[in-house]
């Protein structure tokens, strides 16, 4: 069976903390993704990484890092946590190349206090 | 980039009618489109998904269409259940190492 686990379902943080957020999928998918989702808002695009080591901005960069060294294993980093990123971040992945599904973590729903 | 865009946001349908949301996309390049649901608490999981290649697919109650030249397509859920109840997003993407770009999400009410 597909599995693509987050390492938190709920996380609370303080503002100005350094946060990590783990993802790991067995299906040696060589495209990992860190989506933001908000209502209203949809899925939003962070950051994306099509091999170890690379990674791509995506639409929301700003205040997020990534680091991608085993293929699978894709981190999200908050720098300094701020209350505006309060959000349920979700993760994915599927195979790089052929156009194909992607599949999604449990998400992680990050509370900034 | 691509941008997606999707409609309605909120779509409340009684039990046994059809439910139609429907997405536009901008890049012409993009050649796979699927369609997520996401149940309250949940992952998104895929449902359906088409490629260019085809303009309608089905499965079951569900269906997609694609009109590539008016760069929209659509699922088409018939006779709705409650269990459709729901909130369904599309996305495109192409070939090559991109991401699926998705629209906002339509939230889905199927009322008994």
């Known amino acids: 069976d597909v599995k693509v686990t987050q390492s938190s379902r709920y996380l609370v943080k303080r503002t100005g903390e350094k946060v990590f957020l783990e993802c790991v999928q067995d299906m040696d998918h060589e495209n990992m993704f860190w989506y933001r989702q908000d209502p209203g808002l949809g899925l939003r695009l962070i950051y994306f990484s099509y091999d170890v080591k690379m990674k791509e901005k995506g639409d929301i960069p700003e205040g997020y890092s990534v680091s991608r060294e085993k293929k699978e294993r894709f981190s999200l980093i908050l720098e300094s946590a701020s209350t505006n990123q309060t959000s349920m971040y979700l993760c994915a992945s599927r195979f790089g190349g052929a156009n194909t599904e992607a599949f999604f973590g449990q998400g992680t729903r990050l509370t900034v206090v | 980039g691509e941008n997606v865009e999707q409609h309605p946001s909120t779509l409340s349908v009684q039990e046994g009618d059809s439910a139609v949301i429907k997405c536009t996309y901008s890049d012409s390049a993009s050649n796979y489109f699927p369609w997520y649901k996401q149940e309250l608490g949940k992952r998104p999981q895929l449902i359906i998904d088409?490629?260019?290649?085809?303009g309608e697919k089905k499965d079951q109650r569900i269906a997609v269409t694609l009109n590539k030249t008016a760069k929209h397509f659509s699922l088409h859920i018939t006779e709705t259940q409650p269990e459709d109840s729901a909130v369904y997003f599309c996305?495109?993407?192409?070939?090559?190492?991109?991401?699926?770009?998705f629209g906002k999400g339509t939230r889905l009410s199927v009322i008994a």
């Open positions: 088409i490629r260019s290649n085809v």
């Open positions: 996305a495109a993407s192409k070939e090559g190492n991109t991401p699926l770009v």
